[in-house]
């Protein structure tokens, strides 16, 4: 492998050391969606409306235009005999895996699931009708991303779950991902994918019937499309390209480290950080990506990706190395230092998920544990979470005053009101006291 990796590896006795931190996390963050105001940004608000104007038609010219397959709008939806046959045609090892993973996720969604738990006179829980999951059509296969967010919808009470995964895999949805659809019981299936696909489920159309939220990953296209919907419609986050923080000292094994990092850098966006105070395990490091990645299939896409949004960074203190992964808020952070990583992990705040220890690789939380792997990125776990059960219900508040308790309070809100200078609100207030 030719030295062009060499330029990832930084370090803190560099001078502009900082500088280049702060353009990495730029990249990283700006890696999601279009700028609204750019030219695709454009492009995708008027794929939008041109949903909203000509409904299925419209999603049929862009579904040929972008998949390059032709559907009338009546073949959008996968029959139920199609999902019969996938389902009938999955391996059945494979078979016993997915059904132990959906017990995984759906057990932990259920431990952690609020709305029915809350005894509170004053809050009802309800969960959220009809909800869109959008499911990339990558070269392979997603069958996890059906699980980690259908599953937690279907413990919430979602009655209602629609599917959108574009027509790339012979002018269809590749067939596992049917096969689990089906494994979950979820019939309502499309093949588009695409802005057109979210605009879709955010407006209705006659063939596709509206949604109230939508959930998923996907390309740059398809987070634009829910930043743009997003009032319409809920929406889970602006999911950006998948993200590993590896913190490690001198007590990691590189060849792991490495391992690791690729395991991200392969989505190709995908980044993928090693922060450490240690100048050897760095440079260790460094020399495991090389080796390592000349054996992947898609070596070359990987390489690219890493000098793009790769990173290894060498801090003077695991305290520096702490901070820092806090500044960067990203999606997967992993523990690796040895005994000492539990203790490490109770300082990071700012994490998708947090894989603490040697034995807890990224890929034990994207198919397995339990918590969903659709996670904040972009640095956006400053400010929001992995997606729930939780997050397919919505709270409303109840209020209810008899007579005696609305005299006993009516003098203060009528004062409130009147510093407002809202004189019906205490109005409102008034003609409940006259007798």
């Known amino acids: 492998m030719p030295p062009e990796l060499d330029k990832i590896l930084i370090s803190y006795k560099e001078p502009n050391f900082n500088k280049k931190l702060i353009e990495l ?12 105001r750019s030219q695709e940004g454009v492009k995708v608000a008027s794929i939008i409306e041109d949903v909203r104007a000509r ?3 419209a999603v049929a010219e862009y ?18 005999g199609d999902l019969e046959k996938a389902h009938k045609q ?23 699931f609020i709305g029915d738990k809350n005894n509170h006179p004053g809050i009802k829980y309800t969960p959220i009708k009809r909800v869109g999951i959008c499911v990339p059509g990558a070269s392979a296969p997603l069958p996890s991303t059906v699980i980690m967010t259908a599953v937690p919808a279907q413990v919430a009470g979602v009655k209602e779950i629609v599917v959108v995964s574009p027509p790339r895999y012979k002018g269809s949805i590749h067939p596992v991902i049917l096969a689990v659809c089906k494994e979950l019981g979820i019939y309502e299936v499309y093949r588009i994918g695409g802005a057109q696909a979210v605009a879709a489920l955010t407006v209705g159309t006659r063939k596709i019937k509206r949604v109230d939220k939508i959930v998923g990953p996907g390309n740059q296209w ?5 930043k743009e919907v997003f009032g319409s419609v809920g929406i889970d986050s602006i999911a950006g390209p998948s993200e590993i923080l590896i913190t490690a000292n001198e007590k990691a094994n590189p060849a792991w480290v490495a391992a690791d990092m690729l395991s991200q850098a392969e989505h190709a966006p995908g980044s993928a950080l090693l922060f450490t105070d240690s100048q050897s395990l760095a440079e260790n490091v460094l020399e495991e990506l090389k080796k390592q990645v000349e054996q992947l299939d898609r070596a070359k896409e990987t390489v690219e990706c890493l000098k793009k949004y790769g990173g290894i960074a060498v801090f003077k203190t695991i305290n520096d190395v702490v901070y820092e992964a ?39 939380g994207d198919y397995w544990a339990g918590p969903s792997h659709t996670l904040p990125t972009g640095g956006s776990a400053r400010f929001s979470s992995a997606l729930t059960s939780n997050d397919f219900i919505k709270s409303t508040s109840i209020i209810e005053y008899d007579r005696k308790k609305l005299a006993e309070s009516a003098e203060d809100i009528i004062r409130l009101a ?4 809202l004189d019906a609100h205490a109005k409102s207030v008034k003609i409940r006291q006259e007798k």
């Open 55 to 57: 409904g299925d038609e």
């Open 90 to 112: 999955i391996d059945e090892n494979f078979l016993k895996s997915l059904r132990q993973a959906i017990e995984n996720v759906r057990k932990y969604q259920q431990e952690i």
């Open 63 to 80: 579904t040929e235009k972008f998949d390059g397959i032709k559907l009338a709008p009546e073949q959008f939806r996968i029959s139920e």
């Open 25 to 36: 996390r730029s990249k990283v963050s700006e890696a999601a969606t279009f700028n609204l």
């Open 222 to 226: 398809v987070q634009s499309a829910k």
């Open 326 to 364: 806090n500044n960067f808020a990203s999606e997967h952070v992993q523990i690796q230092c040895g005994d000492e990583s539990r203790k490490i992990a109770e300082k990071i705040e700012n994490a998708g998920a947090i894989f603490i220890g040697d034995y807890s690789p990224v890929a034990v």
């Open 418 to 421: 009147q510093a407002e200078g």
